[in-house]
């Protein structure tokens, strides 16, 4: 299990909830019973969706114990359960299932979005968010540090991000199994503050399993190089600001 950190993840917060915001506006549902969140980490984006139904049961499911607290803590009135979203079965039909950045890290995506729309009521909406970033420099620069080092064979089965296919493929997927699909995709420009700060922002994500794999001063080297490489890839621009392009793609299906 990756160690996830919320502090590092929250570091980079309002630019991260921007795509969460965008999917959020796309849901139809109105008035649900039962809202559940896949994967809501420090349970920043769960607390928007209890705003937008203050009346539903609001649950967030995370495997990660330092994430759960820190979702418990600033959202007491929700609650917080503790699973592998692999494998995890609403406990009755759902009226929203909504997994903002979290299935990327998942396979079988034609499973397990059967899975999900099958956990839905009559009527029920899955939304969902999933990074499409895989070939930027952002990653394709944590494949050149792990070759170029003496670490190479420790990360070599280290589990990354899994791909994130073309939309035509989810609304194959998808079509059989409900009564609308939307999909879409969406590339932010977003601006960042900081020194190197396109690592900063890996370092909450993406980086977090190649990180945990290595001892103290591995890591440190590690990090080191794939910065250098980042800091020639994403350079300041001349007000010392950094523009870091990055796509997501969007799905909302009804069943």
């Known amino acids: 299990m990756a160690t996830w950190d919320p502090t590092t993840y929250l570091a980079f917060a309002e630019p991260r909830s921007r795509p969460a915001l965008d999917l959020l506006g796309r849901i139809r549902t109105t008035r649900p019973e039962a809202v559940f969140d896949l994967g809501c980490g420090a349970g920043n984006i769960t607390a928007l969706l209890a705003q937008r139904w ?10 990660s114990p330092a994430m759960l607290a820190r979702a418990e803590a600033a959202l007491p009135g929700a609650e917080f359960v503790a699973g592998d979203v692999a494998n995890w079965r609403a406990p009755a039909p759902a009226d929203v299932i909504y997994s903002n950045a979290a299935l990327h890290w ?13 956990d839905l009521a009559a009527g029920g909406t899955l939304a969902v968010q999933m990074p499409r970033n895989h070939h930027a420099a952002s990653h394709q620069m944590i494949t050149e540090a792990i070759e170029a080092g003496p670490w190479r064979a420790a990360l070599a089965r280290v589990r990354g991000i899994r791909t994130v296919h073309e939309p035509e493929v989810y ?8 009564s609308r699909v939307e999909i879409w995709e969406t590339e932010y420009l977003h601006v960042l503050d900081g020194d190197n ?3 900063g922002w890996t370092r909450g994500t993406s980086l977090v399993p190649y990180m945990d794999a290595l001892d103290e001063a591995e890591r ?22 950094t523009l870091f392009r990055f796509r997501r793609l969007f799905i909302v299906a009804e069943r």
């Open 220 to 241: 440190d080297a590690f990090l080191a190089a794939y910065a250098e490489r980042i800091a020639r890839a994403y350079p300041a621009e001349p007000d010392g600001r």
């Open 197 to 199: 700060p396109v690592v």
């Open 106 to 118: 998942l396979a079988d995506h034609a499973d397990l979005l059967a899975r999900l729309m099958s």
């Open 171 to 178: 609304y194959r997927i998808l079509a059989p199994l409900a």
């Open 54 to 63: 203050p009346a539903a049961r609001i649950v967030g499911v995370d495997s």
